[in-house]
Protein backbone atom coordinates (compact mmCIF):
# COMPACT_ATOMS: atom_id res chain seq x y z
CA UNK A 1 0.00 0.00 0.00
CA UNK A 2 1.47 3.39 -0.76
CA UNK A 3 3.00 5.43 2.38
CA UNK A 4 -0.08 8.14 1.48
CA UNK A 5 -3.05 5.84 0.87
CA UNK A 6 -5.37 5.91 4.18
CA UNK A 7 -5.68 3.08 6.88
CA UNK A 8 -8.60 0.89 6.35
CA UNK A 9 -11.90 2.83 6.95
CA UNK A 10 -13.19 2.33 10.92
CA UNK A 11 -16.32 0.94 9.88
CA UNK A 12 -14.66 -2.13 8.13
CA UNK A 13 -12.37 -2.55 11.58
CA UNK A 14 -15.51 -2.25 13.54
CA UNK A 15 -17.54 -4.60 11.20
CA UNK A 16 -14.62 -7.49 11.45
CA UNK A 17 -14.07 -6.72 15.03
CA UNK A 18 -17.53 -7.39 15.99
CA UNK A 19 -17.52 -10.50 13.78
CA UNK A 20 -14.70 -12.56 15.63
CA UNK A 21 -16.46 -13.93 18.58
CA UNK A 22 -19.20 -15.68 17.12
CA UNK A 23 -16.82 -16.47 14.05
CA UNK A 24 -14.06 -17.82 16.89
CA UNK A 25 -16.20 -19.78 18.69
CA UNK A 26 -18.33 -20.91 15.87
CA UNK A 27 -15.03 -22.34 14.04
CA UNK A 28 -13.79 -23.89 17.16
CA UNK A 29 -16.94 -25.70 17.31
CA UNK A 30 -16.43 -27.01 13.23
CA UNK A 31 -13.19 -27.75 13.67
CA UNK A 32 -13.70 -30.00 17.51
CA UNK A 33 -11.44 -27.49 19.16
CA UNK A 34 -12.63 -26.65 23.22
CA UNK A 35 -15.34 -23.58 23.18
CA UNK A 36 -17.59 -22.39 25.96
CA UNK A 37 -21.48 -23.36 25.53
CA UNK A 38 -23.68 -20.07 25.52
CA UNK A 39 -27.17 -20.07 26.75
CA UNK A 40 -29.53 -20.13 23.25
CA UNK A 41 -30.18 -16.37 24.21
CA UNK A 42 -26.55 -14.92 24.37
CA UNK A 43 -25.44 -17.55 21.50
CA UNK A 44 -28.43 -15.27 19.56
CA UNK A 45 -27.17 -12.40 20.09
CA UNK A 46 -23.52 -13.16 19.68
CA UNK A 47 -23.83 -14.95 16.36
CA UNK A 48 -26.69 -12.57 15.08
CA UNK A 49 -24.29 -9.86 15.59
CA UNK A 50 -21.43 -11.52 13.78
CA UNK A 51 -23.39 -11.74 10.83
CA UNK A 52 -24.74 -8.40 10.88
CA UNK A 53 -20.69 -7.34 10.44
CA UNK A 54 -20.38 -9.68 7.69
CA UNK A 55 -23.27 -8.09 5.91
CA UNK A 56 -21.85 -4.72 6.28
CA UNK A 57 -18.41 -6.24 4.72
CA UNK A 58 -20.81 -8.10 1.98
CA UNK A 59 -22.41 -4.75 0.92
CA UNK A 60 -19.27 -2.54 0.69
CA UNK A 61 -17.16 -5.90 -1.26
CA UNK A 62 -20.58 -6.17 -3.67
CA UNK A 63 -20.22 -1.85 -4.29
CA UNK A 64 -16.55 -2.39 -4.63
CA UNK A 65 -16.27 -5.30 -6.96
CA UNK A 66 -18.69 -3.25 -9.55
CA UNK A 67 -15.41 -1.46 -11.03
CA UNK A 68 -14.95 -4.67 -12.46
CA UNK A 69 -18.14 -6.60 -12.83
CA UNK A 70 -21.43 -5.38 -13.74
CA UNK A 71 -23.84 -4.21 -10.92
CA UNK A 72 -26.06 -6.95 -11.91
CA UNK A 73 -23.44 -9.67 -11.90
CA UNK A 74 -22.28 -7.76 -8.33
CA UNK A 75 -25.59 -8.15 -6.92
CA UNK A 76 -26.14 -11.62 -8.09
CA UNK A 77 -22.72 -12.65 -6.17
CA UNK A 78 -24.19 -10.64 -3.38
CA UNK A 79 -26.95 -12.35 -2.93
CA UNK A 80 -25.69 -15.45 -3.62
CA UNK A 81 -22.99 -15.11 -0.31
CA UNK A 82 -25.78 -13.44 1.60
CA UNK A 83 -27.87 -16.41 1.21
CA UNK A 84 -25.40 -18.77 2.81
CA UNK A 85 -26.90 -18.98 5.92
CA UNK A 86 -30.42 -20.17 4.22
CA UNK A 87 -27.91 -22.58 2.59
CA UNK A 88 -26.49 -24.46 6.20
CA UNK A 89 -29.64 -24.20 7.46
CA UNK A 90 -31.30 -26.07 5.15
CA UNK A 91 -28.77 -28.31 4.40
CA UNK A 92 -28.99 -29.30 8.68
CA UNK A 93 -32.14 -29.97 7.64
CA UNK A 94 -32.30 -32.06 4.63
CA UNK A 95 -29.08 -34.33 5.91
CA UNK A 96 -31.15 -34.84 8.74
CA UNK A 97 -34.18 -36.13 6.98
CA UNK A 98 -32.00 -38.31 4.48
CA UNK A 99 -30.60 -40.25 7.14
CA UNK A 100 -33.86 -41.10 9.18
CA UNK A 101 -35.06 -42.17 5.49
CA UNK A 102 -31.97 -44.61 5.06
CA UNK A 103 -32.71 -45.90 8.15
CA UNK A 104 -36.46 -46.68 8.52
CA UNK A 105 -37.40 -45.87 4.55
CA UNK A 106 -39.67 -43.21 5.11
CA UNK A 107 -39.50 -39.96 7.50
CA UNK A 108 -40.67 -40.65 10.76
CA UNK A 109 -41.30 -38.12 13.46
CA UNK A 110 -38.63 -37.40 15.61
CA UNK A 111 -39.21 -38.19 18.95
CA UNK A 112 -41.33 -35.20 20.42
CA UNK A 113 -40.66 -33.34 17.19
CA UNK A 114 -41.81 -32.84 13.54
CA UNK A 115 -41.57 -34.79 10.57
CA UNK A 116 -37.69 -34.28 9.65
CA UNK A 117 -38.38 -34.39 5.75
CA UNK A 118 -41.43 -31.33 6.64
CA UNK A 119 -38.40 -29.58 8.36
CA UNK A 120 -36.26 -29.27 5.13
CA UNK A 121 -38.54 -27.57 3.27
CA UNK A 122 -40.29 -25.60 6.42
CA UNK A 123 -37.59 -23.76 6.62
CA UNK A 124 -36.58 -22.58 2.61
CA UNK A 125 -40.43 -22.02 2.17
CA UNK A 126 -40.78 -19.75 5.24
CA UNK A 127 -37.92 -18.06 4.33
CA UNK A 128 -38.70 -17.58 0.84
CA UNK A 129 -41.98 -15.37 1.67
CA UNK A 130 -40.36 -13.52 4.57
CA UNK A 131 -38.21 -12.43 1.89
CA UNK A 132 -40.70 -11.61 -0.22
CA UNK A 133 -43.54 -10.59 2.28
CA UNK A 134 -41.41 -8.75 4.77
CA UNK A 135 -38.10 -7.81 2.57
CA UNK A 136 -39.49 -6.51 -0.42
CA UNK A 137 -41.96 -4.05 1.58
CA UNK A 138 -39.04 -3.57 4.10
CA UNK A 139 -37.20 -1.53 0.89
CA UNK A 140 -39.76 1.06 0.01
CA UNK A 141 -40.52 2.08 3.70
CA UNK A 142 -36.78 2.85 4.44
CA UNK A 143 -36.19 4.45 0.61
CA UNK A 144 -39.78 6.14 0.79
CA UNK A 145 -38.17 7.55 4.37
CA UNK A 146 -34.56 8.04 3.02
CA UNK A 147 -36.49 9.97 -0.18
CA UNK A 148 -38.21 12.39 2.61
CA UNK A 149 -35.20 12.66 4.37
CA UNK A 150 -33.16 13.77 0.93
CA UNK A 151 -36.26 16.23 0.01
CA UNK A 152 -36.14 18.10 3.15
CA UNK A 153 -32.92 18.55 3.58
CA UNK A 154 -32.57 19.92 0.12
CA UNK A 155 -31.12 17.31 -1.40
CA UNK A 156 -32.60 15.53 -4.89
CA UNK A 157 -33.29 11.80 -4.64
CA UNK A 158 -32.34 8.93 -6.80
CA UNK A 159 -33.80 7.92 -10.24
CA UNK A 160 -34.81 4.75 -8.81
CA UNK A 161 -36.16 6.49 -5.53
CA UNK A 162 -39.12 8.16 -4.63
CA UNK A 163 -42.16 8.30 -1.74
CA UNK A 164 -44.12 5.97 -2.19
CA UNK A 165 -42.25 3.38 -4.87
CA UNK A 166 -38.91 1.83 -5.82
CA UNK A 167 -38.01 1.83 -9.54
CA UNK A 168 -35.79 -0.74 -11.10
CA UNK A 169 -33.46 -0.62 -14.28
CA UNK A 170 -33.88 -1.93 -17.26
CA UNK A 171 -31.02 -3.85 -17.08
CA UNK A 172 -32.48 -5.68 -14.11
CA UNK A 173 -35.65 -7.40 -15.83
CA UNK A 174 -32.72 -10.75 -16.30
CA UNK A 175 -33.84 -10.86 -12.74
CA UNK A 176 -37.53 -10.73 -13.05
CA UNK A 177 -37.52 -12.93 -16.26
CA UNK A 178 -35.49 -15.60 -14.74
CA UNK A 179 -37.97 -15.67 -11.10
CA UNK A 180 -40.92 -15.96 -13.22
CA UNK A 181 -39.61 -18.94 -15.28
CA UNK A 182 -38.44 -20.60 -12.00
CA UNK A 183 -42.42 -19.92 -10.62
CA UNK A 184 -43.96 -20.82 -13.54
CA UNK A 185 -42.23 -24.15 -13.05
CA UNK A 186 -42.76 -24.90 -9.36
CA UNK A 187 -46.29 -24.19 -9.89
CA UNK A 188 -46.89 -28.11 -10.33
CA UNK A 189 -44.40 -29.05 -7.54
CA UNK A 190 -47.59 -28.89 -5.52
CA UNK A 191 -49.14 -31.87 -7.71
CA UNK A 192 -46.28 -33.79 -6.72
CA UNK A 193 -45.52 -36.43 -3.95
CA UNK A 194 -41.48 -35.87 -4.40
CA UNK A 195 -38.92 -33.40 -4.87
CA UNK A 196 -36.81 -35.13 -6.78
CA UNK A 197 -33.19 -35.33 -8.90
CA UNK A 198 -34.79 -34.45 -12.28
CA UNK A 199 -36.33 -30.93 -10.21
CA UNK A 200 -33.03 -30.24 -9.20
CA UNK A 201 -31.33 -30.16 -12.63
CA UNK A 202 -34.20 -27.96 -13.99
CA UNK A 203 -33.96 -25.82 -11.40
CA UNK A 204 -30.05 -25.77 -10.90
CA UNK A 205 -30.12 -25.07 -15.04
CA UNK A 206 -32.33 -22.34 -14.69
CA UNK A 207 -30.32 -20.70 -12.17
CA UNK A 208 -26.75 -21.33 -14.65
CA UNK A 209 -28.42 -19.84 -17.67
CA UNK A 210 -28.89 -16.87 -15.68
CA UNK A 211 -25.66 -16.33 -14.22
CA UNK A 212 -25.14 -16.64 -17.86
CA UNK A 213 -26.65 -14.25 -18.87
CA UNK A 214 -25.83 -11.53 -15.68
CA UNK A 215 -22.12 -12.53 -16.88
CA UNK A 216 -22.74 -10.94 -20.06
CA UNK A 217 -23.12 -7.45 -18.47
CA UNK A 218 -20.06 -4.67 -18.76
CA UNK A 219 -19.11 -3.12 -16.00
CA UNK A 220 -19.67 0.87 -15.73
CA UNK A 221 -18.42 2.85 -13.18
CA UNK A 222 -20.95 2.91 -9.98
CA UNK A 223 -21.42 5.71 -7.21
CA UNK A 224 -19.15 5.18 -4.60
CA UNK A 225 -18.54 6.90 -0.96
CA UNK A 226 -17.19 5.63 2.38
CA UNK A 227 -15.46 2.08 2.83
CA UNK A 228 -16.77 0.87 -1.11
CA UNK A 229 -14.93 4.08 -2.09
CA UNK A 230 -11.70 3.07 0.12
CA UNK A 231 -11.41 -0.33 -1.97
CA UNK A 232 -12.16 0.68 -5.23
CA UNK A 233 -9.58 3.65 -5.07
CA UNK A 234 -7.02 0.86 -4.78
CA UNK A 235 -5.23 0.02 -7.54
CA UNK A 236 -6.42 -3.10 -10.20
CA UNK A 237 -4.68 -5.91 -8.10
CA UNK A 238 -4.87 -4.64 -4.54
CA UNK A 239 -8.20 -3.74 -5.25
CA UNK A 240 -9.40 -7.18 -6.60
CA UNK A 241 -7.68 -8.67 -3.69
CA UNK A 242 -9.62 -6.46 -1.19
CA UNK A 243 -12.89 -6.96 -2.48
CA UNK A 244 -12.49 -10.89 -3.11
CA UNK A 245 -10.85 -11.06 0.74
CA UNK A 246 -13.84 -9.34 1.80
CA UNK A 247 -16.26 -11.95 0.20
CA UNK A 248 -14.42 -14.63 1.66
CA UNK A 249 -14.39 -13.16 4.74
CA UNK A 250 -17.90 -12.55 5.01
CA UNK A 251 -18.39 -16.11 3.81
CA UNK A 252 -16.40 -17.78 6.45
CA UNK A 253 -18.26 -15.36 9.46
CA UNK A 254 -21.67 -16.64 7.38
CA UNK A 255 -20.81 -20.04 7.34
CA UNK A 256 -19.33 -20.46 11.29
CA UNK A 257 -22.35 -18.40 12.86
CA UNK A 258 -25.53 -19.00 10.61
CA UNK A 259 -26.45 -22.68 12.10
CA UNK A 260 -25.81 -21.87 15.50
CA UNK A 261 -27.70 -18.50 15.24
CA UNK A 262 -30.55 -20.15 14.24
CA UNK A 263 -30.09 -23.36 16.97
CA UNK A 264 -29.73 -19.95 19.35
CA UNK A 265 -32.77 -18.82 18.17
CA UNK A 266 -35.03 -22.06 17.89
CA UNK A 267 -33.79 -23.24 21.15
CA UNK A 268 -34.74 -19.77 22.78
CA UNK A 269 -38.49 -20.28 21.57
CA UNK A 270 -38.44 -24.25 22.09
CA UNK A 271 -37.94 -22.84 26.34
CA UNK A 272 -40.69 -20.72 25.59
CA UNK A 273 -42.88 -23.34 24.56
CA UNK A 274 -42.87 -22.37 20.97
CA UNK A 275 -44.32 -25.43 18.89
CA UNK A 276 -40.48 -27.06 16.72
CA UNK A 277 -42.27 -26.46 12.96
CA UNK A 278 -43.70 -23.01 12.98
CA UNK A 279 -39.92 -22.41 14.42
CA UNK A 280 -38.28 -23.89 11.65
CA UNK A 281 -40.25 -21.88 9.45
CA UNK A 282 -40.73 -18.05 10.89
CA UNK A 283 -37.95 -18.06 13.54
CA UNK A 284 -35.19 -19.65 11.99
CA UNK A 285 -35.48 -17.59 8.91
CA UNK A 286 -34.73 -14.54 11.13
CA UNK A 287 -31.10 -15.89 11.08
CA UNK A 288 -30.71 -16.75 7.38
CA UNK A 289 -32.39 -13.82 5.95
CA UNK A 290 -30.63 -11.21 8.36
CA UNK A 291 -26.92 -10.83 6.10
CA UNK A 292 -29.37 -9.74 2.58
CA UNK A 293 -32.20 -7.68 4.32
CA UNK A 294 -29.07 -5.45 6.31
CA UNK A 295 -27.68 -5.38 3.03
CA UNK A 296 -30.96 -3.73 1.62
CA UNK A 297 -32.25 -1.83 4.20
CA UNK A 298 -28.31 -0.32 3.91
CA UNK A 299 -28.63 0.31 0.03
CA UNK A 300 -32.12 1.58 0.44
CA UNK A 301 -30.77 4.22 3.21
CA UNK A 302 -28.45 5.57 0.53
CA UNK A 303 -31.07 6.30 -1.82
CA UNK A 304 -30.00 3.17 -3.53
CA UNK A 305 -33.37 1.59 -4.21
CA UNK A 306 -33.08 -0.09 -7.04
CA UNK A 307 -29.98 -1.89 -5.79
CA UNK A 308 -31.52 -2.62 -2.37
CA UNK A 309 -34.77 -4.27 -4.77
CA UNK A 310 -32.25 -6.24 -6.91
CA UNK A 311 -30.25 -7.19 -4.39
CA UNK A 312 -33.18 -9.09 -2.88
CA UNK A 313 -34.76 -10.16 -5.90
CA UNK A 314 -31.45 -11.96 -6.68
CA UNK A 315 -30.98 -13.63 -3.96
CA UNK A 316 -34.87 -14.97 -4.18
CA UNK A 317 -34.04 -16.12 -7.68
CA UNK A 318 -30.99 -18.12 -5.82
CA UNK A 319 -33.64 -19.59 -3.31
CA UNK A 320 -36.00 -20.32 -5.18
CA UNK A 321 -33.58 -22.25 -8.13
CA UNK A 322 -30.23 -23.25 -6.83
CA UNK A 323 -31.31 -23.96 -3.27
CA UNK A 324 -34.16 -25.48 -3.87
CA UNK A 325 -32.55 -27.61 -6.58
CA UNK A 326 -29.54 -28.84 -4.14
CA UNK A 327 -32.49 -29.90 -1.00
CA UNK A 328 -33.09 -33.34 -3.26
CA UNK A 329 -29.37 -33.47 -3.71
CA UNK A 330 -28.50 -33.20 -0.30
CA UNK A 331 -31.33 -35.65 1.04
CA UNK A 332 -30.04 -37.71 -1.92
CA UNK A 333 -26.69 -38.48 -0.73
CA UNK A 334 -27.85 -38.29 2.70
CA UNK A 335 -30.45 -41.00 2.48
CA UNK A 336 -27.63 -43.16 0.09
CA UNK A 337 -30.69 -43.32 -2.57
CA UNK A 338 -31.96 -41.72 -5.55
CA UNK A 339 -35.22 -41.06 -4.38
CA UNK A 340 -36.81 -37.85 -4.48
CA UNK A 341 -37.64 -36.15 -0.81
CA UNK A 342 -41.28 -37.06 0.14
CA UNK A 343 -43.85 -34.42 -0.11
CA UNK A 344 -47.23 -34.34 2.46
CA UNK A 345 -50.25 -32.43 2.17
CA UNK A 346 -48.52 -30.09 4.65
CA UNK A 347 -45.15 -29.37 2.29
CA UNK A 348 -47.31 -29.58 -1.26
CA UNK A 349 -49.80 -26.98 0.72
CA UNK A 350 -46.59 -24.47 1.82
CA UNK A 351 -45.31 -24.86 -1.81
CA UNK A 352 -48.39 -24.13 -3.63
CA UNK A 353 -48.21 -20.72 -1.21
CA UNK A 354 -44.99 -19.86 -1.48
CA UNK A 355 -45.05 -20.51 -5.50
CA UNK A 356 -48.25 -18.87 -5.67
CA UNK A 357 -46.66 -15.27 -3.45
CA UNK A 358 -43.67 -15.25 -6.07
CA UNK A 359 -45.67 -14.95 -9.06
CA UNK A 360 -47.96 -12.01 -7.41
CA UNK A 361 -44.67 -10.58 -6.70
CA UNK A 362 -43.37 -11.45 -10.34
CA UNK A 363 -46.57 -9.36 -11.50
CA UNK A 364 -45.86 -6.55 -9.39
CA UNK A 365 -42.53 -6.20 -10.80
CA UNK A 366 -43.06 -5.97 -14.94
CA UNK A 367 -43.50 -2.93 -14.57
CA UNK A 368 -39.63 -2.12 -13.11
CA UNK A 369 -41.30 -0.73 -10.17
CA UNK A 370 -42.80 -1.11 -6.82
CA UNK A 371 -45.49 0.94 -5.30
CA UNK A 372 -46.51 1.51 -1.55
CA UNK A 373 -49.48 0.11 -2.89
CA UNK A 374 -47.97 -3.62 -3.84
CA UNK A 375 -45.89 -3.77 -1.02
CA UNK A 376 -48.48 -2.85 1.11
CA UNK A 377 -50.64 -5.93 -0.41
CA UNK A 378 -47.57 -8.43 -0.38
CA UNK A 379 -46.90 -7.44 3.43
CA UNK A 380 -50.71 -7.92 4.50
CA UNK A 381 -50.74 -11.02 2.77
CA UNK A 382 -47.90 -12.59 4.29
CA UNK A 383 -49.16 -11.55 7.86
CA UNK A 384 -52.56 -13.13 7.95
CA UNK A 385 -50.92 -16.52 6.60
CA UNK A 386 -48.24 -15.77 9.66
CA UNK A 387 -50.76 -14.70 11.75
CA UNK A 388 -53.55 -17.99 11.17
CA UNK A 389 -50.13 -20.46 11.02
CA UNK A 390 -49.84 -19.51 15.07
CA UNK A 391 -53.47 -19.35 16.28
CA UNK A 392 -55.31 -21.36 13.92
CA UNK A 393 -56.35 -25.42 14.28
CA UNK A 394 -54.18 -26.89 11.61
CA UNK A 395 -57.43 -27.95 9.62
CA UNK A 396 -58.51 -23.89 8.93
CA UNK A 397 -54.51 -23.11 8.57
CA UNK A 398 -54.81 -25.47 6.04
CA UNK A 399 -57.76 -24.34 4.23
CA UNK A 400 -56.81 -20.37 4.29
CA UNK A 401 -53.55 -21.54 3.27
CA UNK A 402 -55.23 -22.41 -0.38
CA UNK A 403 -57.94 -19.32 -0.15
CA UNK A 404 -54.13 -17.11 0.34
CA UNK A 405 -52.87 -18.67 -2.77
CA UNK A 406 -55.82 -18.62 -4.67
CA UNK A 407 -56.11 -14.88 -3.91
CA UNK A 408 -52.35 -14.39 -5.03
CA UNK A 409 -53.01 -16.36 -8.04
CA UNK A 410 -56.01 -14.12 -9.21
CA UNK A 411 -53.81 -11.45 -8.38
CA UNK A 412 -50.64 -11.89 -10.57
CA UNK A 413 -52.93 -12.66 -13.59
CA UNK A 414 -55.18 -9.85 -13.12
CA UNK A 415 -51.64 -7.80 -12.91
CA UNK A 416 -50.34 -9.81 -15.99
CA UNK A 417 -52.86 -8.58 -18.29
CA UNK A 418 -53.49 -5.35 -17.10
CA UNK A 419 -49.81 -5.06 -17.95
CA UNK A 420 -48.87 -6.96 -20.40
CA UNK A 421 -47.32 -4.53 -22.88
CA UNK A 422 -44.73 -4.15 -19.53
CA UNK A 423 -44.87 -8.11 -19.76
CA UNK A 424 -43.19 -8.36 -23.30
CA UNK A 425 -40.90 -5.85 -22.75
CA UNK A 426 -39.73 -7.23 -19.92
CA UNK A 427 -39.64 -10.17 -21.27
CA UNK A 428 -37.30 -9.42 -23.93
CA UNK A 429 -35.23 -7.36 -22.52
CA UNK A 430 -34.05 -9.94 -19.63
CA UNK A 431 -33.87 -12.35 -22.35
CA UNK A 432 -32.07 -11.22 -25.76
CA UNK A 433 -31.95 -7.52 -25.61
CA UNK A 434 -28.38 -6.40 -25.11
CA UNK A 435 -27.01 -5.02 -21.99
CA UNK A 436 -25.58 -1.94 -23.83
CA UNK A 437 -28.86 -1.31 -25.16
CA UNK A 438 -30.41 -1.52 -22.04
CA UNK A 439 -27.96 0.28 -19.71
CA UNK A 440 -28.01 3.46 -22.80
CA UNK A 441 -32.05 3.35 -21.49
CA UNK A 442 -31.14 3.31 -18.29
CA UNK A 443 -28.91 6.31 -18.52
CA UNK A 444 -31.36 8.29 -20.38
CA UNK A 445 -33.98 7.62 -17.57
CA UNK A 446 -31.56 8.37 -15.25
CA UNK A 447 -30.48 12.28 -16.96
CA UNK A 448 -34.66 13.21 -17.48
Not at 120 to 140: E, S, Y
Request: proline share 6%; aromatic share 6%.
Amino acid sequence: MPPNRPRPPLPLLIAVLVALPGTCLGGAFYLGLPHPVLPPPLAAAVYGVAIIGAAFVLSWAAEAAQVDISAGFALALLALLAVLPEYAVDFVFSLRAGHVYAEHGTCLPEPGGANPCSLALANMTGANRVLVGVGWPLVVLVATLAAVRARRAGRHSSASTAPGRVTMQRSMSAEIVFLGIATLYSLHLPLRTSLTLLDAVVLIGIFVVYAVRLAGAPATEPDLIGTSAWVADLGRTPRRTTYIAMFVVAAVVILTCAEHFAEGLVQTGSQLGVDQFLLVQWVAPLASEAPELIVACLYAARLKASDSLGTLLSSKVNQWTLLVGTIPIVFAVASRSTSGLPLDTQQRLELLLTAAQSLFAVSLLVTLGLTARGAITLFVLFAVQFVASITLPTDADRLLVVVLAGVYLLLALAQLLLHRRDLLRTTRDGLVTPYDELEEADRATAGQ
